[in-house]
């Protein structure tokens, strides 16, 4: 009895495990969808993760063609952009940033372009190391080496080495020559020569703050208090212009030192005015200031400082830059770009010739070419006040009106030890200097 029981039991369980196996070897159909969510940390750790942003070192700043040329760090290829008023200049904090520090050799982060193909911003690196004010070194080209003190470095064929505002070869490096050298870990990516650097140090600000500065020919900034700016050693005329009121003296700057520019001295009696006149042979060119409409040719009275100056004609290329006056009289030639059916532009109106002259002392025939314009006691720059432009153009009929989308003070990243020095000015508080003579021999020299 208790072996047939025995049997059965065994019978059973060997339909029950065949059962199953014919269940395991069936699809089951119309089984709901188990999905399985990511728990919060995977999800966060995702989030997290920064897409790799390439990077680029500048090889030239276009300020005619507001244009920058820069070479891509991964695939050592050039490319070329486009920058305007609103392109924001930043630090590798993406603080707003001094337009003068965006220089050939410099490594740099570029965000995205707008409809018009335009750079909406552009920010220094911040995965390289930067050393300044680089004296004592050693180049090794053959063995493909640069000692920087008691460090050595590699140099390859993709290393830069510029010199000024162009591109030079390692034998132009003079061995008494100072260096700014840039790389990532032990690579050099590239090499700056560099002339000694100091500081001027403005006072008295308040009657000019937010407006422009012009320092020589080559840097403009705005002024945003009593601040720190770093240049290099030499003798330049500095600018201020605001509501009536500015001039124009010249400072000198040693190597680490502080020169004190007292805005106060610079202010003069006002509000003054300056006789301007526009002209262009643009048949039908409207021509309007702080979006007044004026008569071409026909002169008008300006308060001293920044105004709006923008040109509208048919079949040309519209614009509108920014007007820095500080002289007593002014005539400018407009130059407008003109358009064909291809789509390429060709210069028309106004001289192009680069004639240019000072009447009087304190008066002037300045010429412009392309789209940038000149304007009394400076150029107006391609990109206008409170805008992000490029500020060590060579021989560039730009002074007094660029500026970096109304930068912040000069952050310096000079190493060496400066002392404050207060500088006297050949020239100082003579608001009567016409800085237009300046503007015109720069403006004669880039159009020659």
């Not at 493909?144 to 162009?166: C, N, P, Q, W």
Request: hydrophobic residues 25%; aromatic residues 6%; glycine residues 8%.
């Amino acid at each position: 009895m208790n072996t047939q029981w025995k049997k059965r039991g065994l019978l059973v369980g060997l339909l029950v495990m065949a059962v199953l196996c014919v269940a395991c070897g069936q699809e089951k159909k119309n089984e709901p969808f188990t999905y399985r969510a990511p728990s919060p940390k995977a999800e966060e750790q995702k989030s997290g993760e920064k897409k790799q942003e390439t990077e680029y070192v500048i090889c030239d700043i276009n300020m005619e063609e507001e244009t920058i040329t820069l070479m891509s760090l991964d695939s050592n290829r050039p490319i070329r952009c486009k920058y305007n008023l609103s392109t924001k200049f930043m630090d590798k904090y993406k603080n707003s940033y001094s337009t003068v520090h965006f220089v050939p050799g410099q490594v740099v982060k570029l965000g995205e372009k707008n409809e018009d193909s335009v750079l909406e911003s552009i920010w220094m690196s911040d995965t390289v190391w930067d050393y300044d004010d680089v004296g004592n070194y050693q180049i090794d080209t053959e063995k493909g080496a640069m000692e920087i003190g008691k460090s050595t470095y590699r140099i390859t064929d993709d290393t830069l080495v510029f010199s000024g505002d162009r591109q030079a070869d390692w034998d132009e490096i003079g061995t008494d020559d100072v260096l700014e050298v840039i790389g990532s870990d032990k690579q050099i990516i590239s090499v700056m020569v560099t002339t000694g650097h100091g500081y001027i140090q403005l006072t008295n600000s308040g009657t000019f703050k937010d407006s422009m500065i012009c320092i020589g020919n080559e840097i403009f900034t705005n002024i945003t208090g009593d601040m720190k700016i770093e240049v290099p050693e030499g003798t330049y005329p500095i600018t201020v212009a605001k509501d009536g009121y500015g001039g124009t003296a010249e400072f000198t700057v040693t190597r680490n030192e502080t020169t004190v520019v007292d805005l106060d001295q610079l202010k003069g009696k006002g509000p003054k005015t300056c006789k301007l006149t526009l002209q262009t042979d643009v048949e039908g060119a409207r021509v309007y200031i702080d979006g007044k409409q004026i008569e071409v040719g026909k002169e008008l009275k300006v308060t001293y400082g920044s105004h709006k100056l923008s040109v509208v004609a048919e079949g040309y290329e519209s614009w509108e830059k920014t007007l820095v006056v500080n002289s007593k009289s002014a005539t400018i030639e407009l130059s407008l770009t003109q358009q064909d059916s291809s789509g390429s532009s060709s210069t028309d109106s106004g001289s192009s010739d680069g004639n240019s002259a000072t009447t009087g002392g304190s008066s002037n025939n300045s010429s412009t070419s392309g789209n940038n314009t000149s304007n009394s006691n400076s150029s107006s720059s391609r990109n206008a006040s409170s805008s992000s432009t490029n500020n060590r153009s060579t021989q560039s009929s730009n002074s007094n009106s660029s500026t970096n989308n109304g930068s912040s003070s000069y952050n310096s990243s000079y190493k060496g030890n400066s002392s404050n020095k207060n500088s006297s000015s050949s020239g100082t508080g003579n608001t009567d200097v016409d800085y237009l003579t300046t503007i015109s021999n720069m403006l004669n020299n880039l159009l020659q």
